[in-house]
């Protein structure tokens, strides 16, 4: 009886002791993210309700429309690029993975500075004519920060994602067969990008616009 289980033990603490295979980590990873990502939905949907039943569908305040453009398209190009970043590790480019990663970091930091800085009024500089909206201009200033804000809370968790992503693989981490971080680095990215999309003809687009000033 002693024997039987001496000889058992190691094999069961090499059991409890097992790491399960990269592809069902990876898969138990893919959930978890989507999981956060949807679960995230409810958050910016609420915000989307509140600028529709605040604001109306027929009325938004009086916003820079070029810098809201070039913002916007600079954050899609800069899903271009994660996407290059993404597909280049998946060859061991590594190279064009760390280029790639730093120009998409650069794209998301001048976004950031287009929307906080200026829209905002961060900078002081008075853009299309008006002055910025204030926190304070009541359900107008109320509605823009919460949903710019939010918005540029996950851009910077974003970036500072990246920026962890391209110091691993500048340090050799990731290869063409495990490369989960620079996976879900690329899907959080295209997740806040299409939260702009949305966001960007609410606030920027749809509704006459009102001189709040």
Same mark, same amino acid.
């Given at each position: 009886m002693s024997a039987v289980a001496t000889s058992t033990t190691p094999a069961h603490d090499?059991?409890?002791g097992h790491e399960p295979p990269y592809i069902v980590r990876l898969r138990n990873n893919r959930l978890g993210l989507w999981l956060f990502c949807f679960s995230e939905l409810f &958050?910016?949907?609420? &915000?989307? %309700?509140?600028?529709?039943? !605040? =604001?109306?569908?027929d009325s938004r305040p009086e916003l820079d429309q070029t810098?809201?453009?070039?913002?916007?398209?600079?954050? !899609? *190009? %800069? %899903?271009?690029f994660?996407?290059?970043?993404?597909t280049a590790i998946g060859y061991n480019d590594r190279? +064009?993975?760390?280029? %790639?990663?730093m120009v998409t970091f650069v794209l /998301?930091?001048?976004?950031?500075?287009?929307?906080?800085?200026?829209? #905002?009024? !961060?900078? /002081?500089i008075a853009i299309g004519g008006h002055e910025p909206l204030k926190p304070t201009?009541?359900? #107008? /200033?109320?509605?823009?920060? /919460?949903?710019?804000?939010?918005?540029?809370?996950?851009?910077? +968790?974003? &970036? *500072?994602?990246? &920026?962890?992503? =391209?110091?691993?693989g500048r340090k050799g981490h990731f290869s063409a067969e495990e490369h989960w971080g620079?996976?879900?680095?690329? *899907?959080? =990215?295209?997740?806040?990008d299409v939260i702009w999309i949305i966001f960007y003809p609410a606030l920027y687009l749809i509704g006459a616009a009102i001189v709040i000033h």
């Open positions: 090499h059991d409890h &958050l910016f949907g609420a &915000l989307l %309700s509140a600028r529709f039943y !605040l =604001w109306g569908a810098l809201g453009l070039i913002t916007t398209a600079v954050l !899609l *190009i %800069s %899903s271009f994660i996407n290059r970043a993404e190279k +064009t993975f760390l280029n %790639s990663l /998301g930091l001048i976004f950031l500075i287009g929307v906080v800085g200026f829209e #905002w009024g !961060l900078f /002081g201009d009541g359900i #107008w /200033g109320a509605v823009f920060y /919460g949903m710019t804000g939010m918005h540029a809370i996950h851009v910077l +968790t974003g &970036l *500072i994602f990246i &920026l962890i992503v =391209w110091n691993n620079v996976e879900a680095c690329a *899907i959080y =990215w295209h997740f806040v």
